[in-house]
């Protein structure tokens, strides 16, 4: 089996040693260089062709995200970030990195190392199969003409690796009248609600984190917390969030298929459910559910896909009733609800 060639970039000499340390106890990774500035980095990348990158945000004579933004058009490579609980990691991805993982400050050596093996490991081996470019950076124009009352209306849409631009492409597109929207994107806690405050300056309507007892109302879009499961509810007649429970299912807390399985269960067909990019399977089980129980479902298709893959397992098992391009979801959403 061919290994993924890694290059470490990092100003700490200690902190880039103990990732190459742990990095290489995986039999499928081999770090083949290191820098300590993106000037070293550019060197190694034409040097060495990493398959992958990590790469610190906070660096000497240029940052982190700075470097993306010149290196990408040029020299697209999978990049993961570590980082801090800060929120230029959404600059970060948004310039073109594939991924992050929260540097953990309150950690020992030995559980900072098993953290490496784990969550960085995992997240290198995603991010060599990512196609990069598959976002382009569209102007878009206003979804036009209205929509039928939202009365009992709900769109549920879940994403991975790649979601948290994904989603930003559909959600800068809402308007004021699009019905209530709950979103599962993975996502450590912390950094959800800075998604959410980010998402919320830059879009029309509302964007917030979500707690207990938030109502689904027209014009908002609630953000599950990173550490909380998040369901739908029916109270009367109106839809609010219970965001209960660590434990994780398909693999993830906050997973999409609690979320989908939840809108399943309370909306039926007045729900659409939305599946994005992202590795491996999560919310396509919960998807089939949604289109089982009556609701319209909407799949993100491979050649706009960071990673193909929850899209593809929902799209193999029949959950998905609609494939498109990330930039034509609003509308085709839009659509649905005027049918």
Known sequence: MRKIKVLVVDDSILFRNLLVQNLEQDPGIEVVAQAGDPYE????????????????????????????RKLMPQYPIPTVVISALDASVFDALEAGAVDFVNKPSNMDRVQLGQFLRQELVTKIKIASTAKLGQLKKVDVNPVGGGIAKPDGRLIAIGASTGGTEAIFEVVKQFRRDIPGVVIVQHMPPGFTKMYAERLNNQCTVSVKEAETGDRVLQGQVLIAPGDRQMRVVKVGNMYQVECRGTEKVSGHCPSVDVLFESVAKVAGNKAIGVILTGMGADGSKGLLQMRKAGAQTIGQNEATCVVYGMPKVAYDIGAVQYQTGITAVTGKIYSLLKA
């Open 41 to 68: 980095a550019r060197d190694a990348i034409l040097k060495y062709k990493p398959d992958v990158m990590t790469l610190d945000v906070e660096m000497p004579r240029m940052s982190g995200i700075e470097f993306l």
